[in-house]
């Protein structure tokens, strides 16, 4: 039972880097956005980037959804024991 905590939180810990990661990438692309013009950075310079954050959050929302699954298995065990 404790491997099965460890392994889950340190799943969540992942987890929560990759939020941050994710927060961090879209508040920069927001400040960036407003310079964009005065550097000539067009929309096609970062399409490949946006579709790599695409990417990387349904594999965060697909992780979070495994892990949740995890955790609803664990208590149900609980409950039965």
Same mark, same amino acid.
């Given at each position: 039972?404790?491997?099965?905590?460890?392994? /889950?939180? &340190?799943?969540? %810990?992942?987890?929560? =880097?990759?939020?941050?990661?994710?927060?961090?990438? !879209?508040?920069? @692309?927001?400040?960036?956005?407003? /310079?964009? &013009?005065?550097? %000539?950075?067009?929309? =096609?310079?970062?399409?490949?980037?946006?579709?790599? !954050?695409?990417? @990387?959050?349904?594999?965060?929302?697909?992780?979070?959804?495994?892990?949740?699954?995890?955790?609803?298995?664990?208590?149900?065990?609980?409950?039965?024991?």
């Amino acid at each position: 039972m404790k491997k099965n905590l460890e392994d /889950i939180r &340190d799943k969540l %810990e992942n987890e929560v =880097e990759t939020a941050k990661a994710l927060a961090e990438a !879209m508040i920069l @692309i927001h400040a960036g956005s407003y /310079i964009f &013009d005065q550097y %000539e950075v067009m929309f =096609e310079n970062v399409q490949h980037f946006f579709g790599l !954050m695409v990417e @990387i959050s349904e594999n965060h929302v697909r992780s979070l959804d495994i892990l949740t699954d995890n955790l609803t298995d664990f208590h149900n065990d609980l409950k039965t024991n």
